[in-house]
């Protein structure tokens, strides 16, 4: 009998790159940069690339639920936050009506990718409203259009090799602009103005 997967990990191989991109866009950049080290990605793979879900995914896919879990939740910290704002007094165990109003409210904001992986997050956290996130999970409208889940792992593999070759190439330009900055000042003469000795 095959292990449990995490509702993370389900929900994630929904996940568009415009949810990626949103998710990553609200987060304060040294949060966003800790999340990219992570995941060992370059920062601006999480809010341009055309192919981040499959960059996160193929990143993620090897690993432990505890540990795709752990590193969703860096990433939608600050969409939570969003949820939790709308929430206001309710937010330490929200009812279901609740929480519904509360995703309506932050609509606009997350969407329905990031909204679904809050809720997915809080449930494997097994948070005190994760029947609630379920339900809502389950039923809202809005989150039942999602797409259907990806699970193309070999483009996913494809799209990260393709983005770490553009990386090696981006490190090396870096390195041959500074090695020919090193040469350019080993190259201007290092004497200073004249001096005269002062007469005696």
Known sequence: MAEPTSRTRTELAR????DVHRAAGLLPEFERRSVARRLGLPPTALTTDPHAQRLVRARVVDRSDEHLVDVLDHLTAA????????????????DVEQLTAAVDASWDTLGPGVTALVLAVAIDREVPAMDACATVLATHPGLGARPEPEVDTAADDAVVAEAESADDAKREARR????????ARAAKPTTGPARYKRKR
């Open 176 to 183: 041959a602009r500074k090695e020919a900055e090193r040469a």
């Open 15 to 18: 996940t568009t790159a415009e």
């Open 79 to 94: 969409a939570l936050e969003e949820i939790v704002r709308a929430l206001g007094e309710a937010a330490a165990n929200p």
